[in-house]
């Protein structure tokens, strides 16, 4: 969605939610270390892995962010500003568990509800952070909500977006250092005009990272003081990675807490980014990098480290026109999955694995396609794959499978 020129109309907006790293796997050692020692024997080469969907649910309107409830559920975001509810055993719930449509701007195909996660208490709390464009001027706005209870939303922080209505961001999710992160875009339009993503001095363009269980004076947050930029003159404390140009879909790994960033592109590349803790601060290039090619020389800086994608992917003049980042797999139904990470793209539906080599270095392939036009792709509790439609209004499931590799090797190493 994000993006562009191509087909504005049936791109939406969009967000995800990826949650899941909160309650799925909460001391670290636990899934991390048993879990990958076994996978790691039955992994097998990207190449020879497929995904398959299967349609759920149907008749959900603009579907755009999917997260999976400790209670089994699936909570799934319309654009509109409801959610709703699906169980494997009853289905889609009729009616909304939440109705926010009266805060929400959707004035534009990209502005909307865009983005949902339970808190790591949820069991106990029922709250829901989420990411939307506020009414009356679309402001990119990070809030909680007990479920159920649309009165008691609780704005925590806001980002002015009035002149473009495109390039939102919107994802949220917790990491497992127990931090809330959420994306925001670069301000839209075209070409980054605020210069925003080298620009410290903006929440444009970047990924944030605060505590949510702290009050700090007047803010109903705090930083962390191991954020990056708490100390640099003129940058906004909140900041955890920049050059980012509308991360619409990221999403947290479960055991070891590095994100993986679909950042959308203009026009030349799409890009997936994996940025491990350590790597805070990182600069992800944009706007004086598309991908890994220089888009804008002016933005440029001689001496400035730039953080190229670990996979990339054409999309001028090919049926590709906007990522939709994805997650890692962790379920336990496919262990020769176990590890890789799935994302796709709105209008090819191209389903792209990237895996880091043990070696180091990335390993890549396409394994088929998801459904049309999704929106988002995240997991249950148990770390099995969701997909979201957008027009259709579907939630599939998806689950992988093995097949012979084709012969001229579908896969590509980087
Ligand atoms: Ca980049």
């Given at each position: 969605?994000?993006?562009?020129?191509?087909?504005?109309?049936?791109?939406?907006?969009?967000?995800?939610?990826?949650?899941?790293?909160?309650?799925?796997?909460?001391?670290?050692?636990?899934?991390?270390?048993?879990?990958?020692?076994?996978?790691?024997?039955?992994?097998?080469?990207?190449?020879?892995?497929?995904?398959?969907?299967e349609?759920?649910?149907?008749?959900?309107r603009?579907?755009?962010?999917?997260?999976?409830?400790?209670?089994?559920?699936?909570?799934?975001?319309?654009?509109?500003?409801?959610?709703r509810?699906?169980?494997?055993?009853?289905?889609?719930?009729?009616?909304?568990?939440?109705?926010?449509?009266?805060?929400?701007?959707?004035?534009?195909?990209?502005?909307?509800?865009?983005?949902?996660?339970?808190?790591?208490?949820?069991?106990?709390?029922?709250?829901?952070?989420?990411?939307?464009?506020?009414?009356?001027?679309?402001?990119?706005?990070?809030?909680?909500?007990?479920?159920?209870?649309?009165?008691?939303?609780?704005?925590?922080?806001?980002?002015?977006?009035?002149?473009?209505?495109?390039?939102?961001?919107?994802?949220?999710?917790?990491?497992?250092?127990?931090?809330?992160?959420?994306?925001?875009?670069?301000?839209?339009?075209?070409?980054?005009?605020?210069?925003?993503?080298?620009?410290?001095?903006?929440l444009?363009?970047?990924?944030?990272?605060?505590?949510v269980?702290?009050?700090?004076?007047?803010?109903?947050?705090?930083?962390?003081?191991?954020?990056?930029?708490?100390?640099t003159?003129?940058?906004?404390?909140?900041?955890?990675?920049?050059?980012?140009?509308?991360?619409?879909?990221?999403?947290?790994?479960?055991?070891?807490?590095?994100?993986?960033?679909?950042?959308?592109?203009?026009?030349?590349?799409?890009?997936?980014?994996?940025?491990?803790?350590?790597?805070?601060?990182?600069?992800?290039?944009?706007?004086?990098?598309?991908?890994?090619?220089v888009?804008?020389?002016?933005?440029?800086?001689?001496?400035?480290?730039?953080?190229?994608?670990?996979?990339?992917?054409?999309?001028?003049?090919?049926?590709?026109?906007?990522?939709?980042?994805?997650?890692?797999?962790?379920?336990?139904?496919?262990?020769e999955?176990?590890?890789?990470?799935?994302?796709?793209?709105?209008?090819?539906t191209?389903a792209?694995?990237?895996?880091?080599?043990?070696?180091?270095?990335?390993?890549?392939?396409?394994?088929?396609?998801?459904?049309?036009?999704?929106?988002?792709?995240?997991?249950?509790?148990?770390?099995?794959?969701?997909?979201?439609?957008?027009?259709p209004?579907?939630l599939?499931?998806?689950?992988?499978?093995?097949?012979?590799?084709?012969?001229?090797?579908a896969?590509?190493?980087?």
């Open positions: 969605m994000s993006r562009r020129r191509c087909r504005p109309a049936t791109m939406l907006a969009g967000l995800v939610v990826l949650a899941l790293s909160a309650f799925l796997l909460p001391p670290a050692s636990v899934a991390g270390t048993a879990v990958a020692g076994a996978s790691r024997t039955s992994a097998v080469p990207l190449a020879e892995l497929t995904v398959v969907s349609q759920v649910a149907s008749g959900l603009r579907p755009i962010a999917l997260t999976g409830l400790p209670d089994g559920r699936m909570l799934i975001a319309e654009k509109n500003g409801t959610v509810a699906y169980h494997p055993d009853t289905g889609l719930a009729a009616e909304p568990v939440l109705d926010l449509t009266a805060r929400i701007d959707t004035s534009d195909n990209e502005r909307g509800l865009l983005g949902i996660t339970p808190a790591p208490n949820f069991a106990r709390t029922g709250i829901l952070y989420i990411a939307y464009t506020s009414l009356p001027a679309g402001a990119l706005t990070l809030a909680r909500v007990p479920i159920g209870a649309p009165d008691r939303v609780q704005v925590l922080l806001t980002q002015e977006h009035a002149e473009y209505g495109n390039h939102n961001g919107g994802q949220v999710a917790f990491g497992r250092d127990g931090y809330l992160y959420w994306s925001l875009g670069d301000g839209g339009h075209a070409n980054d005009p605020f210069k925003a993503g080298q620009d410290l001095g903006t444009l363009g970047k990924i944030v990272r605060i505590d269980n702290r009050a700090c004076g007047a803010k109903p947050y705090c930083v962390p003081s191991d954020n990056p930029f708490v100390r003159r003129g940058a906004r404390p909140e900041i955890w990675l920049y050059g980012l140009r509308n991360p619409w879909r990221f999403s947290v790994d479960p055991v070891d807490g590095s994100l993986w960033i679909g950042d959308v592109g203009q026009g030349l590349v799409e890009e997936i980014n994996h940025i491990r803790p350590w790597q805070r601060g990182a600069n992800l290039g944009w706007s004086c990098r598309e991908g890994t090619p888009f804008d020389p002016e933005q440029c800086r001689s001496g400035v480290r730039y953080t190229d994608p670990v996979f990339e992917y054409e999309h001028f003049l090919t049926e590709n026109c906007s990522v939709t980042g994805g997650v890692v797999y962790r379920g336990s139904a496919t262990p999955a176990w590890g890789t990470y799935v994302a796709s793209d709105y209008c090819s191209l792209f694995a990237v895996r880091p080599k043990p070696t180091g270095g990335y390993e890549s392939a396409t394994i088929g396609n998801f459904p049309t036009q999704p929106t988002a792709i995240d997991v249950d509790v148990h770390g099995e794959l969701y997909v979201l439609s957008d027009l209004g579907w599939s499931r998806v689950r992988f499978e093995r097949v012979q590799p084709a012969p001229d090797g896969t590509a190493n980087r």
